[in-house]
């Protein structure tokens, strides 16, 4: 035990432990506020992406849970161990999914959330949590996690200075990470959209369909299903398929008798595609070699290339800013968010002649490799921040700080 300090649960230091309304409630378009815990998902309350309800089910809300300011939110279902705590004074109440914390006058607010909010805290929670699939944190179990802090107010609140502080220089370098981050790939895609607006002599402008063969996936047969086991008959499902990526990890199979069934739907190595439905709709790629022969959903589709345009020049034109602007609109023309493939042949494309072509892409990949550069250097240093996070915070709650 650290000098000065003490031990006890949660429920001996804090006033009240409970739990919003377990009843799912009638929402409006204005009212009383009410949070879940995806309101406090960041570590602060999200008062911008909020839901309403009415004076009537408040009433009876309110008589269970009261929150006021200072009072702690723990998410306790879905994103589990995350707290924020109530900053403005304002009338509201909560989901069950979110824990109501207030705690005795022996701590300090502050010093609590940083502790709900530490390494020392999670790893307690983590052990507690119940349910099978979406994680779920009871009261009970709340309440019967551990913690160390400071006997005397004071050094609790020195502890709280010092970690505001740090944090305050961790949130400034993280954002100044994030701001690089962001300006490196802009760099890229401003190149990108650059080469494309300034065409020269020689270059062309024709419908997809005119220099393309563009042909739809086969969605499985009626009682057919996939399978894990490696059966050497891959089928790509639109989640396979990302931006410039496809998902080889997580490849399903065919079963023979399957296959037989739509074996015209294969695709080859350096196949375009493009998926047609679902939320990553428009990203396009090639198809790399290990997926050669692999069966493809009725949810994308395949460009096969019958002019003199490169497949990998065809995948950037596609991703150009431009592009990009053609298949939303492509995709909002159709009723039910889809794009048809008919709209996919009717898609501009420009390009030049193949020597320009191989031009464009070395410049293309010489930037997009320093673009990486510079990528994979900030992502290290906002992982690295975070990580610093947690080693304060450990170190506050072992009495090293």
């Given at each position: 035990m650290i000098q000065g300090w003490k031990k006890k649960t949660l429920k001996e230091v804090c006033e009240k432990i409970t739990d919003g309304t377990h009843q799912t409630p009638k929402y409006f378009d204005d009212g009383i506020i009410f949070l879940s815990s995806k309101n406090v998902a960041s570590g602060k309350i999200d008062w911008d992406n909020i839901k309403y309800i009415d004076e009537k089910q408040h009433h009876e809300m309110h008589k269970r849970v009261?929150?006021?300011?200072?009072?702690?939110?723990?998410?306790?279902?879905?994103?589990?161990?995350?707290?924020?705590?109530?900053?403005?004074?304002i009338v509201f109440d909560i989901y069950v999914s979110l824990a109501h914390i207030r705690v005795l006058d022996e701590i300090s607010p502050n010093f609590m959330l940083y502790f709900i909010n530490s390494?020392?805290?999670?790893?307690?929670?983590?052990?507690?949590?119940?349910?099978?699939?979406?994680?779920?944190?009871?009261?009970?179990?709340?309440?019967?996690?551990?913690i160390l802090y400071p006997k005397s107010l004071p050094e609790q609140k020195r502890i709280v200075a010092i970690l505001d502080k740090a944090f305050a220089a961790i949130a400034k370098?993280?954002?100044?990470?994030?701001?690089?981050?962001?300006?490196?790939?802009?760099?890229?895609e401003?190149?990108?959209?650059?080469?494309?607006?300034?065409?020269?002599?020689?270059?062309?402008?024709?419908?997809?369909?005119?220099?393309?063969?563009?042909k739809g996936?086969?969605?499985?047969?009626?009682?057919?299903?996939?399978?894990?086991?490696?059966t050497g008959l891959p089928y790509i499902r639109a989640r396979d398929l990302k931006q410039e990526t496809v998902l080889v990890e997580q490849t399903l199979f065919l079963k023979p008798e399957t296959q037989n069934l739509i074996k015209n739907y294969t695709v080859k190595a350096g196949d375009?595609?493009?998926?047609?439905?679902?939320?990553?709709?428009?990203?396009?790629?090639?198809?790399?070699?290990?997926?050669?022969?692999?069966?493809?959903?009725?949810?994308a589709a395949k460009i096969i290339i019958k002019n003199s345009i490169s497949n990998i020049y065809l995948v950037k034109w596609l991703t150009s800013e431009t592009s990009r602007r053609n298949i939303i609109r492509a995709t909002m023309a159709a009723a039910q968010g889809k794009l048809a493939l008919t709209r996919i042949k009717d898609l501009p494309i420009f390009y030049p002649p193949p020597e320009i072509?191989?031009?464009?892409?070395?410049?293309?990949?010489?930037?997009?490799?320093?673009?990486?550069?510079?990528?994979?250097?900030?992502?290290?240093?906002?992982?690295?921040?975070?990580?610093?996070?947690?080693?304060?915070?450990?170190?506050?709650?072992?009495?090293?700080?």
């Open positions: 009261a929150p006021k300011v200072n009072d702690i939110l723990l998410a306790k279902n879905g994103t589990t161990g995350v707290a924020a705590m109530v900053d403005r004074d390494p020392a805290a999670k790893k307690q929670f983590h052990k507690r949590l119940k349910g099978i699939g979406v994680p779920n944190l009871h009261l009970k179990e709340i309440r019967e996690v551990e370098a993280k954002a100044n990470a994030e701001r690089n981050l962001k300006n490196a790939k802009e760099l890229f401003s190149y990108l959209q650059g080469v494309f607006e300034n065409k020269g002599e020689g270059w062309e402008e024709k419908k997809l369909g005119e220099v393309c063969h563009v996936g086969k969605r499985l047969p009626k009682g057919h299903k996939l399978t894990s086991e490696d375009v595609y493009i998926t047609i439905v679902g939320v990553n709709i428009g990203d396009v790629g090639t198809i790399p070699a290990k997926m050669a022969g692999a069966n493809l959903t009725e949810n072509q191989e031009e464009i892409l070395t410049k293309i990949n010489n930037l997009s490799f320093e673009t990486k550069k510079l990528e994979t250097i900030y992502q290290q240093k906002i992982d690295d921040l975070k990580e610093l996070k947690k080693s304060v915070l450990q170190k506050a709650f072992e009495g090293q700080l």
